[in-house]
């Protein structure tokens, strides 16, 4: 039977954090917050973590430089953009061959750097977010959104997401392809290559209020009646 880690205190805490070397067939939960402000998480990582199950935390799992997550379940947690249920927290980072089911925030990259998402699946409210200086390559990968698939927002940064073989399923709401800038000087830009992107009110947005957003496609599958867009860029 796989081994359960337990933290049984409550509010700003870590149940478990690995700086180095690797962690295998665990079961990992979250500690319990007491308000809505706590940073209650499961796991911290730097280095690798593989078939373990992550659930609860408000932040599921933190990965930082050079952390990997592999053949691995993240479940229960993703409070919101700050809180996800996979944060990207470091220069480079990857989830790998796994899959994060959460009924909020999924995966945000939200410091400068390089990181993956390769062979998994996503089902949240909100899939993949790249903000801040972040660039996410997103491949193989299957994502169940209500709000948005995937989403580059510039404000104090570039983002970028490149997602090649990806496929973006909605429920009829939100936006598959969402990209954003909200700053002079900022740029926001999804690369999306041989994917399919169904069933959502708005198959690709683009919106800048500031700055400029871009949406490259190249061999995809989306609706082209539902493409929203507004301010600098194409």
Request: charged letters at 15%; a neutral charge.
């Amino acid at each position: 039977a796989q081994t359960r880690l337990v933290n049984t205190s409550t509010g700003t805490i870590t149940t478990l954090s690995l700086l180095r070397g690797t962690v295998s067939d665990l079961e990992i939960v979250g500690p319990q917050a007491i308000g809505i402000t706590d940073t209650s998480i499961a796991l911290r990582l730097r280095g690798t973590a593989e078939r373990v199950k992550v659930t609860g935390g408000f932040l599921g799992v933190q990965l930082e430089t050079s952390a990997e997550l592999r053949d691995s379940v993240v479940t229960g947690s993703g409070l919101d953009y700050d809180r996800p249920a996979v944060l990207f927290a470091g220069s480079t980072g990857s989830v790998l061959d796994s899959t994060v089911k959460i009924i909020g925030t999924a995966i945000v990259g939200s410091h400068p750097g390089q990181f993956t998402v390769s062979r998994s699946t996503v089902s949240a409210a909100s899939g993949v977010t790249a903000t801040d200086g972040a660039t996410i390559a997103v491949d193989d990968t299957v994502i169940r959104a209500k709000g948005y698939g995937l989403f580059a927002y510039a404000y104090s940064g570039q983002a970028t997401i490149v997602a090649t073989n990806v496929t973006i399923a909605g429920e009829g709401t939100g936006s598959g392809v969402e990209v954003g800038a909200g700053v002079a000087g900022q740029t926001a830009r999804v690369v999306l290559q041989n994917s399919v992107v169904s069933a959502f009110q708005q198959s690709l947005k683009r919106t800048a209020s500031a700055g400029s957003a871009y949406i490259v496609v190249s061999n995809d599958a989306y609706d082209p009646a539902t493409v929203s867009q507004s301010g600098t860029g194409s």
